[in-house]
DNA sequence: CCTGTTTGCGACCGAGCGGTTTCTATCTGG
DNA sequence: CCAGATAGAAACCGCTCGGTCGCAAACAGG
């Protein structure tokens, strides 16, 4: 029993197949979105770009809608994966790395899509609700990977949340911003004011809970 | 001497028909982005709701891309307007009170018209060259207009920009999320803590000048 | 009032869109 | 090895898009 022939593609399985498919047209599907954005990421650059053709997508895919829904649950899956293994990687971050992790995070392609589709949900209902139970989620599980950063365990849930979500913000506009008219300096500037914030809210909540 | 029967309308200068139907093109464009999106703000919409019709949209505009310009120049212009008014209704704004004037013009349709067309920036090389000069302004405008507000006298120039441009981000993407998942209780908490942090900046600032 | 110019209209055009259909190649289970 | 099922390709469809064109109405100025 040996092998067949190298140049003979092995035979794969029928799941195997329908996986490598989805695989390269969400894998395009996040490259396009990213270049073009939202509304130009039109199905026939997607397929172009991952080599399928038009009825292969909708062999796996209904409509462009469901490859987008895919798509979003893909790069939130990333982008928590990648948020959890840059803070282990250093084992105690201080706040201002991961600050840095953080916003490095949201200058990768992954958020740009998620940012991209959050603002297109804004005007588009379907969009909306299809990505609603995600956003939810994912929304929760960036505020659990929070609670790696030291200091955390001084905030309670909501209070967590909320600081999260400022950052979120403020970092996917600097992200946007950057790509139109950058600003290093300001950008390094406004790193360093947010640790200092960050420090001087976790001083207040141990001289509170001190007293 | 009479004035024509109000049945029939009176003779309007060439000037002034043009400008009435520049002037319905341009509202109604930004009434269409605010609710559809850039990338969705067709000019058949826009048409329909300004009640022009394509050829007269074309004999004022060479182009979809010139309307957009247009209309992005007069969002900002709206924008700087309102908001100097705004801050000069309260004659010795609060801190507090300022970031609400801010925190509210970002949620109007004027910002988020703005906001659209910097996304749309991002992916659209055109567009981004042709508001590059716009945006500029509309920048330094803004935080011109910070000035009116108690404890910016404290900050330069490069700092006061840092700091507005971050408040900006952060009230962008919050007037973004609302519209998706609304979340009034950390809105506030989110103004408070923001409100804070402006104190103790401002704080600290004195204290240095102390010294 | 009358001629020349500007303004406004709507039918029309090619291109690109999301989606469908038809047909072939590949895999599956017996 | 073979019949039925799944995967993949490509031609095709109706529709909407931004933009053009020829014509009619409204204004301008002598």
């Known amino acids: 029993m040996v092998e067949p022939?190298?140049?003979?593609?092995?035979r794969r399985t029928q799941q195997e197949r329908r996986e490598t498919m989805i695989n390269r047209l969400i894998d395009a599907t996040i490259a396009v979105i990213a270049e073009a954005g939202y509304a130009n990421a039109s199905l026939g650059v997607i397929c172009e770009r991952s080599g399928v053709s038009r009825g292969g997508l909708f062999r796996h895919f209904d409509s462009r809608l469901d490859l987008m829904v895919a798509t979003?649950?893909?790069?939130?899956?990333?982008?928590?994966?990648?948020?959890?293994?840059?803070?282990?990687d250093l084992?105690?971050?201080?706040?201002?790395?991961?600050?840095?992790?953080?916003?490095?995070?949201?200058?990768?392609?992954?958020?740009?899509?998620?940012?991209?589709?959050?603002?297109?949900?804004?005007?588009?209902?379907?969009?909306?609700?299809?990505?609603?139970?995600?956003?939810?989620?994912f929304f929760a599980e960036i505020v659990e990977a929070a609670r790696?950063?030291?200091?955390?365990?001084?905030?309670g849930e909501e209070d967590l949340d909320m600081l999260v979500t400022s950052l979120e913000h403020m970092f996917d506009g600097e992200a946007i911003r950057r790509e139109i008219?950058?600003?290093?300096?300001?950008?390094?500037?406004?790193?360093?004011?947010?640790?200092?914030?960050?420090?001087?809210?976790?001083?207040?909540?141990?001289?509170?809970?001190q007293e």
Chains 1, 2 share one sequence.
């Open 72 to 88: 979003a649950a893909e790069v939130g899956r990333r982008h928590i994966v990648a948020a959890r293994q840059r803070l282990a």
């Open 148 to 155: 790696l950063v030291p200091g955390a365990e001084l905030f």
């Open 181 to 209: 008219s950058p600003d290093p300096v300001a950008e390094e500037r406004r790193l360093e004011l947010v640790a200092e914030f960050a420090e001087f809210l976790i001083m207040r909540r141990l001289n509170a809970a």
């Open 5 to 10: 022939a190298p140049t003979v593609p092995r």
């Open 91 to 137: 084992r105690e971050p201080t706040l201002i790395e991961a600050l840095r992790v953080m916003r490095n995070r949201h200058r990768d392609v992954e958020n740009v899509v998620w940012f991209e589709l959050m603002v297109a949900s804004r005007t588009d209902s379907d969009l909306r609700t299809r990505l609603s139970e995600t956003g939810r989620q």
